[in-house]
């Protein structure tokens, strides 16, 4: 067996304990993703901002195709969503499949499957030999003509007495309603399913299409399946399109959408019972994406690192609605908002470049005061009183868990589809979405984080966690900025599951610990190591903030970046004098926050500069600053180090090209930081930034825009 044989079956061996971990405590925690794919090579609009193009269009047909032929399922193209300022719904490509392996379809295959489409088959034959099948299993039918060339066909479900459809006051109210197939409008009449039958133009040939009603249960839909196939297969249909309401769900099937989102393909993954089942079905999606040139990151021309634009949220459930994890265990969700404020590593480690209060994960502590004052008795009352509802629980927490201006969509922890019934047909759902997570690299990143979050919520379910909301104050957006802090956080996360029982194993651990796309440079000197890292920065919103709570995408300014500093001794060295190691930049001594770990000392800091002026952003008068210079000195030591820290090429010019792959992105990065040996500063040659620069944990350089301070003796002499 190949060493990467070898890892790939620890990793499973991991995830399978993981999930025998959970299954132990008796709790269902069913897990779903969202994960999004760009073309990181296009700078086409859908590719960059908007969510409709024709090419993306193109490439989920291809995807479709693809996880089709891996997945196995029936092909739906159902009406998707449509956003405030869009003209008409967003397309959904989907595959629908029983989790047992049944054929859910006997009819003839969607038009990207079939030999051939060509077809002389008359409209009105379909829908009789329809009508005909309907009533041999009991169900009253009625066909109407619509528009020229659309059939509407009526049916009552289930036929449980011996009168006819044209007995049915609600038959007799309605009117046949006129439906234009380019708006692909779905309708209905007093509640009886309605199928659409029309043709449309696919490719070279005109291929029949039916619009499914809006079913209320699997059994009612997957008999509609059952008469749609027989009838199409009788009259002969080589090809057909099935489209209209999207199909209902429960635990014997599998429905898994393909969407489009602003910049990105969005994928909404079946749930699965365990991480097993879906690092089984990520694995595939990520084959199938490759193949197909979108890729779950972007990669920026100096090397730069960001997901694919769409984010990775996870969601937690059950296999009903009324089994999920925070019905069953009523008080799982108060601890898990308790969880996610005391550790701000699960909200900023693992997340995408944008968060903050102005962001798409906003905690709840971001939001002001006043709302985090009403979510302690929130809290209180949930926890403290008798075990809540189903409706109580959503409502108690509903209106603190958003965004500033009310968003609940756009909160870290999600619940618009706990128990809302002002989102129908999908709102009362039991789910719980994790939102502040970037999309991650590889399908065992993806599954390694799933574990966690799944693994807490099942620690939570079993024991006690009453301690206070932590009002972090200014350190959420200083502290919490330096991976530095979040990562020694992610230790006693991983610590408090090995105490429950619910440890992550090696190889799970090692992922997730994993955060090399941050790392720009690292540099020995002597006994000691400086490590550059990108840091978490929180651009702010810009614009009309009421206005924009609207739009599927907000402007905001990213010109402000923010890099961490780290020194430590080398591995299995003791360096001597460490305290007394400094570093400068531009001219600025750095006050160094001396931290102890379990790899030994470190001196931690981070810098905020602006590093370019945004077309429209805040601070007009404020200039770019870059490229940063660095010193690292010792006093008992005469060789000290330079490091210009570059945002573009050190030389100059443009790129040839976008990085080729991580790797490459990875030496852009590096070539970035250019090292050279240097003499000790002398100390009349170092400055005093004001005071409005300096927090705790950052030097904000755009202050220094402003002019120095004068010199400060104190200061450089280390005091």
Not at 124 to 131: D, K, P, Q, T, W
Not at 196 to 201: G, S
Not at 667 to 682: G, L
């Amino acid at each position: 067996m190949s060493e990467q044989e070898q890892d790939t079956t620890d990793f499973e061996r991991a995830v399978r304990a993981h999930d025998e971990a959970v299954a132990a405590m008796g709790l269902a925690i069913w897990v779903g993703t969202e994960p999004t794919f760009t073309d990181r090579f296009s700078e086409a609009p859908e590719w960059l901002s908007t969510a409709l193009g024709e090419d993306k269009a193109t490439r989920a047909e291809q995807l479709l195709c693809a996880l089709q032929g891996r997945m196995g399922g029936l092909v739906l193209r159902t009406q998707g969503r449509q956003y405030p300022g869009e003209d008409q719904p967003r397309w959904c490509l989907g595959l629908y499949a029983r989790r047992d392996g049944t054929p859910v379809w006997h009819g003839p295959p969607d038009p990207a499957f079939a030999t051939t489409c060509a077809s002389d088959c008359d409209l009105g034959v379909l829908s009789n030999a329809l009508c005909t099948r309907l009533r041999e299993i009991g169900c009253g039918v009625r066909s109407l003509a619509a528009d020229e060339g659309c059939l509407h066909v009526f049916a009552r479900f289930p036929c449980t007495d011996h009168m006819t459809l044209e007995d049915d006051p609600r038959a007799r109210r309605f009117e046949p309603m006129p439906v234009d197939p380019g708006h692909e409008e779905i309708p209905t009449t007093d509640g009886l399913p309605c199928f659409v039958i029309d043709r449309i133009a696919w490719q070279d040939a005109t291929v029949a299409r039916i619009a499914l009603p809006d079913c209320e249960s699997v059994d009612q839909f997957g008999r509609c399946l059952a008469a749609i196939g027989t009838a199409a297969t009788n009259a002969g249909l080589p090809a057909l399109i099935l489209t209209g309401h999207p199909p209902p769900v429960d635990a014997s099937v599998a429905w898994t959408t393909i969407t489009p989102d602003p910049a990105v393909i969005e994928i909404n993954m079946a749930p699965y019972p365990d991480v097993t089942g879906l690092l089984a079905a990520t694995r595939a999606l990520y084959a199938a994406s490759a193949e197909l040139g979108l890729a779950p990151y972007r990669l920026y021309y100096n090397g730069a690192v960001a997901d694919s634009g769409g984010g990775g949220q996870i969601t937690f459930g059950g296999p009903s609605p009324q089994e999920s994890p925070f019905f069953v265990a009523t008080r799982v969700l108060p601890r898990l908002v308790r969880y996610l404020n005391r550790h701000p590593a699960l909200s900023y480690l693992f997340a995408h470049d944008h968060i903050g209060g102005s962001g798409q994960a906003v905690r709840a502590d971001e939001r002001g005061r006043d709302a985090f004052r009403e979510l302690r008795l929130a809290l209180a009352l949930l926890e403290r009183g008798p075990p809540p509802d189903a409706e109580t629980l959503w409502s108690g927490l509903s209106h603190l868990l958003t965004d500033a201006v009310g968003n609940s969509h756009r909160a870290e922890l999600n619940i618009e589809k706990l128990w809302n019934p002002y989102i129908p047909g999908r709102g009362k759902l039991g789910l719980v979405e994790l939102r502040a997570l970037r999309m991650q690299h590889t399908p065992e990143r993806a599954a390694a984080l799933a574990a966690l979050l799944r693994a807490i919520i099942a620690m939570l379910s079993a024991q006690d966690f009453d301690a206070p909301l932590c009002d972090h104050g200014d350190d959420l957006h200083d502290r919490y900025a330096l991976p530095y802090y979040l990562e020694r956080d992610l230790e006693e996360v991983l610590a408090d599951l090995s105490t429950a029982g619910l440890g992550l194993a090696a190889p799970l651990t090692e992922l997730l610990r994993r955060n090399s796309v941050r790392l720009i440079a690292r540099v020995p000197h002597r006994d000691c190591e400086l490590t550059i890292r990108r840091a978490v920065e929180f651009w702010p919103l810009i614009g009309d903030v009421g206005r924009q709570d609207q739009e599927t995408s907000r402007l905001v300014d990213a010109s402000t970046t923010r890099v961490e500093v780290c020194l430590r001794t080398v591995e299995g060295t003791t360096a001597e004098d460490f305290d007394d190691w400094r570093l400068s930049v531009d001219q600025v001594r750095l006050p160094w926050r001396a931290e102890q770990d379990l790899r030994g000392p470190a001196k931690v800091f981070g810098l905020r500069y602006r590093s370019f002026v945004p077309w429209q952003g805040l601070h007009p008068a404020l200039p770019a600053r870059g490229p940063l210079s660095l010193t690292l000195w010792h006093p008992a030591h005469a060789d000290a180090l330079h490091l210009t820290l570059h945002d573009w090429r050190p030389s100059g010019g443009g790129y040839d090209g976008l990085p080729a792959d991580l790797a490459e992105a990875a030496a852009r990065r590096a070539e970035r930081c250019v090292v050279e040996p240097a003499s000790n500063p002398a100390p009349e040659t170092l400055h005093t930034p004001p005071p409005e620069a300096v927090t705790p944990y950052a030097l904000d350089m755009r202050w220094l825009a402003l002019g120095l301070d004068k010199q400060d003796p104190a200061w450089n002499n280390g005091a």
